[in-house]
C-alpha cells in the first residue's frame, strides 16, 4: 500500500512540476479584498501543492493522535474492568470459603447424632 500511495504522489509532482515548466507566465493573486500580488503561475501552483500537503499532513496527525488517545482510553477502561473481574473473584472466593466454614460445623454436630442413631439402630437389632 505504500508503493501505490508514493506512486501516487510522485506522479501528481511529476505532472505538478511538468505544468509549472510549461505556465511561467505572471498572473495575479488576490487573497484579500484590495491586496494583489504578480507572481509566475508554476510558483503559485507549487505553493498550493505545498499548503495542501501541509495541511493533509497536519491532519493526519490530528487523526492518529485522536487514535492515540481512544486507545489509551480503551486500554484504561480494560485495566478497570479486568482488577474489578479480580476484585469480584476474591469476593467469590471468600464467599465459597465462609459458606465451607458454615457447613463445617454443621456437618460435625450432626455427625455425633448420626453415629448415636446408628448405634441405637444396631443396639435394636
Same mark, same amino acid.
Given at each position: 500500500?505504500?508503493?501505490?500511495?508514493?506512486?501516487? &504522489? +510522485? %506522479? #501528481?509532482? *511529476?505532472?505538478?512540476? =511538468?505544468?509549472?515548466?510549461?505556465?511561467?507566465? /505572471?498572473?495575479?493573486?488576490?487573497?484579500?479584498?484590495?491586496?494583489?500580488?504578480?507572481?509566475?503561475?508554476?510558483?503559485?501552483? &507549487? +505553493? %498550493? #501543492?505545498? *499548503?495542501?500537503?501541509? =495541511?493533509?499532513?497536519?491532519?493526519?496527525?490530528? /487523526?492518529?493522535?485522536?487514535?492515540?488517545?481512544?486507545?489509551?482510553?480503551?486500554?484504561?477502561?480494560?485495566?478497570?474492568?479486568?482488577?474489578?473481574?479480580?476484585? *469480584?473473584?476474591?469476593?467469590?472466593?471468600?464467599?465459597?470459603?465462609?459458606?465451607?466454614?458454615?457447613?463445617?460445623?454443621?456437618?460435625?454436630?450432626?455427625?455425633?447424632?448420626?453415629?448415636?442413631?446408628?448405634?441405637?439402630?444396631?443396639?435394636?437389632?
Amino acid at each position: 500500500m505504500r508503493q501505490i500511495n508514493f506512486l501516487i &504522489i +510522485f %506522479a #501528481m509532482c *511529476l505532472a505538478l512540476v =511538468l505544468f509549472s515548466l510549461e505556465n511561467t507566465q /505572471a498572473v495575479p493573486i488576490q487573497v484579500v479584498q484590495g491586496v494583489q500580488v504578480q507572481a509566475p503561475l508554476c510558483i503559485e501552483l &507549487i +505553493f %498550493a #501543492m505545498g *499548503l495542501g500537503a501541509i =495541511l493533509a499532513w497536519i491532519f493526519s496527525v490530528w /487523526a492518529r493522535f485522536q487514535r492515540m488517545l481512544a486507545t489509551r482510553s480503551e486500554q484504561r477502561q480494560k485495566r478497570q474492568q479486568e482488577q474489578r473481574i479480580q476484585e *469480584l473473584e476474591q469476593e467469590v472466593a471468600r464467599c465459597k470459603a465462609e459458606l465451607e466454614q458454615q457447613n463445617q460445623p454443621a456437618n460435625s454436630e450432626l455427625l455425633p447424632e448420626a453415629t448415636i442413631d446408628a448405634e441405637v439402630l444396631t443396639q435394636s437389632k
